[in-house]
């Protein structure tokens, strides 16, 4: 998935709110009805038709009519919403070049104020997955694609959650830094994927290191479950950091057995396999119940501190319904459970409820407008209150000509170039707005509490280049 952080600075505080938004009209649409982003965004009249146009324009927003008309945020407008929210708590200010692409994220490098490199990663759930699931057993016929939104927040919940916890027990794994939406921020490895590296200079004590975090992560009650030379960083002194959390579980999950040995017989098959390393004369075969006991841990002798990061894990906002359903969302991946799929819709909360049926604006209330201020005051730039320093400094590493329009000049630029049926129907649907703000329903003038001075003024996203 292409990042293009360039896009950043032709966005205005306007863009972001009705972003925002439409990530919000998300919590209970599959696709968002302009009126109710209208609604929720109360830009001047006819503002928000405009920004939602400049947001197709950057691939932020999809436009779907399929079932009704509507609009989507894509990958690219929910990594907007948390890069921003991150570069303006000041966690970073610039993005670098893509170092990892996972089965479900994307990894790039990014760097703070003081040049500190780090990792941020995206969590992607849904990009290949719900596509394998839905041909396999159509499991989403009653719910919609959007979960992805609410499954990659989990994923890069859980994530940070566990590496924490893990952090603080001493295990080596990344240092987790911060957390929002679908993306993580840790701490850069040095080193390589294990993966890549065709020769070791103590091939047993690596793997001895290895073996024993498997064992050691029991005892503190967690499963990897991925745990192969993919998720495995080792650095020129041999010394290992594991990677990639997001579908751990706990060793009283009914399948703790079967992870475990799995996550040992992977590490055995790659020694085997890369290194030569021979375990017994069965080596070959990781498969084998011959291997030899001492190499290979057995899951039912291992003392094991069950709920042991419980408290950790909850401090860091990871509850036991969400792991509950993220581990679903898992085994459904995983097919081990296929027969074991159950209609699971009463166990979704407002955050994936998705309703087809329901898409009337009016369902909007008050604490969804409250929810919504907290949103934006998150995304919110700091220029309010510190003038003439934008909180919006993105830096960008890339080939980026240092320019600054006005992003209002590139609305109107853009504005002849539309699809006119398009236009059409965002026109009647303005028209609709209108009129539907004429009929008295006036709450969302005052609901909120957001200053948006308007005019280019407001258009505040000066991007300085960086070249770091
Ligand atoms: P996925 O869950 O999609 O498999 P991973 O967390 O395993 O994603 O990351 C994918 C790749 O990105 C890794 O194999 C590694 O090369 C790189 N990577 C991930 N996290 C870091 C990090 N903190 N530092 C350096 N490289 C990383
Ligand atoms: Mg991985």
């Known amino acids: 998935m292409k990042l293009d952080v360039n896009v950043l600075r032709y966005l205005s505080k306007d863009d972001f709110r009705v972003l925002t938004a439409v990530e919000m009209g998300m919590r ?14 109360s830009l001047r009249h006819g503002g928000t038709y405009k920004v939602l146009k400049n947001l197709l324009k950057h691939k932020l927003l999809h436009h779907d009519s399929s079932k009704y008309d509507g609009f989507r945020l894509t990958y690219l407008g929910y990594d907007f919403l948390a890069i921003k929210t991150m570069v303006n708590r000041g966690v970073f200010s610039s993005v670098g070049r893509q170092i990892g692409v996972g089965k479900e994220s994307d990894i790039f490098e990014i760097a703070n104020e003081d040049g500190t490199i780090m990792a941020m990663k995206l969590h992607r759930l849904g990009r290949t997955s719900f596509r394998a699931v839905k ?21 890069a919940l859980k994530e940070f959650a566990f590496m924490k916890a893990l952090q603080e027990h001493g295990f080596p794994v990344p240092n987790a830094v911060d957390c929002n ?33 498997v064992v050691r992560l029991a005892e503190h009650g967690l499963i990897h479950c991925d745990f192969n030379e993919f998720n495995i960083m080792i650095d020129d002194d041999e010394n290992i950091t594991i990677i990639d959390f997001p579908q751990m579980v706990s060793v009283s999950h009914r399948n703790a057995e079967m992870y ?30 011959t291997e030899s006991d001492s190499v290979k841990p057995r ?25 509950a359903d993220i581990e679903k969302f898992t085994e459904k991946i995983d097919g081990s ?8 819709e009463e166990t979704e909360d407002d955050e994936e409820i998705e309703d087809n049926e329901d898409h009337d604006s009016s369902k909007l209330n008050a604490s969804d407008i409250q929810k919504f201020d907290s949103l934006c005051s998150l995304t919110k730039d700091d220029d309010d209150e510190q003038p003439g320093n934008s909180g919006d400094v993105v830096e960008v590493q890339q080939n980026s000509e240092g320019k600054n329009e006005d992003a209002s000049d590139e609305v109107e630029d853009e504005e002849q170039e539309d699809n006119p049926e398009l236009e059409e129907r965002l026109a009647k649907q303005r028209r609709r707005a209108i009129q539907a703000a004429r009929a008295g329903r006036k709450t969302h003038a005052s609901r909120n509490s957001y200053k948006d001075k308007g005019g280019k003024s407001s258009h505040n996203s000066k991007i300085q280049k960086g070249n770091w």
């Not at 939406?181 to 690596?206: A, E, W």
């Not at 291992?302 to 909850?314: C, M, N, R, T, W």
């Not at 459970?337 to 159950?342: R, S």
């Open 260 to 289: 475990f040995d799995r996550d040992v017989a992977c590490i055995i098959k790659f020694f085997s396999k890369r290194f030569n390393l021979s375990f017994d004369a069965n080596a070959d075969d990781s498969d084998s119940d």
């Open 299 to 323: 899951f039912s002798s291992i003392q094991k501190a069950s709920g042991f990061l419980d408290k950790e894990l909850s401090a860091s906002g990871f509850s036991r319904k969400e792991q």
């Open 135 to 155: 041909s396999k057993r159509d499991y989403l016929r009653h719910r919609s694609s959007f979960s992805w939104l609410y499954l990659s927040r989990l994923a």
């Open 337 to 344: 459970d296929d027969e074991e799929i159950e209609d699971d």
């Open 181 to 213: 939406r679908h993306c993580v921020i840790m701490s850069l490895v040095q080193g390589y994927p294990f993966v890549q590296v065709k020769q070791l200079q103590n091939p047993d004590t690596v793997f001895e290191k290895i073996i024993g975090i």
């Open 28 to 41: 209970n649409h599959e696709i968002v009805p302009a009126e109710l982003i209208v609604r929720i965004a």
